[in-house]
């Protein structure tokens, strides 16, 4: 079956600018997760969806937001663009929603991802 | 605030060595998973360990989970040029936190 998709691939935004990234998760999967990682600071987790609500949140300001579909594909955006919002942001779809505490966690099949340059 | 701690941040080795990366975290992990990042590629799941003191093992991979489940270890044994990549740990508390990762670079 198709794996995860992410669009676009690349892209390339001026500082104040807003920008939508896009991902659709495998087939039957209805838990959606987003991650930025740098460098530096490894996989940050950025926020997560089930069934077209918000489970769980990272820490990032409110220029991060995102949503989900009925049909489980997610989008996410972050307005007013910084030059360290310069990362590869991924998804990653999996069966079931992250439940804290659980003794099995769904493993996550990722996107390509979708690196951004902020300029 | 929680942190799972992941040591070395780098590790360059000739083919044939062996290789070994660690998580630790400050609380209880219900469970623990292990990821592989190739450059350029993205993260692929490895394996899962739930159990106190399990170890499991892959082929020249060797996984452990500390009997506390505060910490974790990734061995490989006799390191090959395949085995470059990033290898990041992922665990269970009341939140998902990913490890820092390990950088394996193998020298032929």
């Given amino acids: 079956k198709a794996g995860v998709t992410q669009t ?20 039957g999967h209805r838990s959606v997760s987003w991650y930025q990682q740098t ?8 926020f997560e969806y089930f069934s077209e609500t918000q489970r769980n949140k ?11 579909f009925s049909n489980s594909r997610s989008e996410m955006n972050v307005s007013t663009l910084e030059l360290g919002d310069s990362a590869l942001y ?14 099995n966690t769904g493993e996550l099949f990722f996107g390509e991802g979708s ?3 902020v300029l | 605030g929680q942190q799972v701690m992941q040591i070395p941040q780098y590790q360059h080795v000739q083919e044939g060595e062996d290789f070994t990366t660690y998580c630790n975290s400050s609380t209880t992990l219900s469970n623990i998973q292990w990821y592989k990042q190739r ?10 360990l739930v159990k106190s003191g399990e ?6 991979l060797t996984f452990q989970f500390g009997e506390a489940k505060k910490n974790s270890s990734l061995h490989i044994t006799a390191t090959q040029t395949t085995d470059v990549g990033t290898y990041v740990c992922r665990g269970n508390t009341d939140k998902l936190i990913f ?9 032929p």
């Fill in chain 2, 39 to 48: 450059p350029g590629g993205h993260p692929v799941f490895l394996i899962q």
């Fill in chain 2, 99 to 107: 490890g820092t990762g390990t950088r394996l670079q193998v020298f």
């Fill in chain 2, 55 to 60: 170890v499991k093992k892959q082929k020249r």
């Fill in chain 1, 8 to 27: 676009p691939r690349y892209l390339i935004k001026t500082r104040g600018q807003q920008v939508t990234l896009s991902c659709s998760p495998i087939s």
């Fill in chain 1, 115 to 117: 690196r951004l340059t």
């Fill in chain 1, 39 to 46: 460098p530096g600071q490894g996989l940050q987790f950025l």
């Fill in chain 1, 58 to 68: 990272g820490n990032f300001p409110g220029r991060f937001s995102g949503r989900q």
């Fill in chain 1, 90 to 103: 991924l998804c990653a779809s999996s069966f079931e929603p992250f439940h804290s505490g659980a003794l």
